[in-house]
């Protein structure tokens, strides 16, 4: 079975190691509160970047997908609320 939340961990220069988070499908549907119909909807679009390991295993970076979610954001105005 898929778990919904899988960390890696990478080094940087400085030594310091972040932990980065990878969601599945299911995980960042309910993450972005969209069907998991519309993640592959948007995955196809090329909207949402994702990572595809060997057969059937894709992975969204959590911070990436909400970067790219920003570009969708409607209402108020960068820094202003």
């Known amino acids: 079975m898929i ?6 961990d990478t080094a940087t220069p ?6 980065v988070e990878f969601l599945d499908k299911k995980g ?3 993450r972005l509160g969209i069907s ?3 993640v592959d909807y948007l995955r196809s679009k090329k ?3 994702c990572y595809v390991v060997p ?4 992975r969204f970076n959590i911070r990436e997908c909400d970067e ?5 954001r ?3 105005k960068e820094g202003r609320l």
Not at 55 to 58: A, E, G, S, V
């Open 3 to 8: 778990t919904e939340t899988e960390k890696t």
């Open 14 to 19: 400085n030594g310091s190691t972040p932990v």
């Open 28 to 30: 960042i549907a309910r």
């Open 36 to 38: 998991v119909r519309k």
């Open 47 to 49: 909207v949402l970047p």
């Open 55 to 58: 057969t059937r295993c894709i």
């Open 68 to 72: 790219a979610m920003k570009k969708f």
């Open 74 to 76: 409607q209402g108020t």
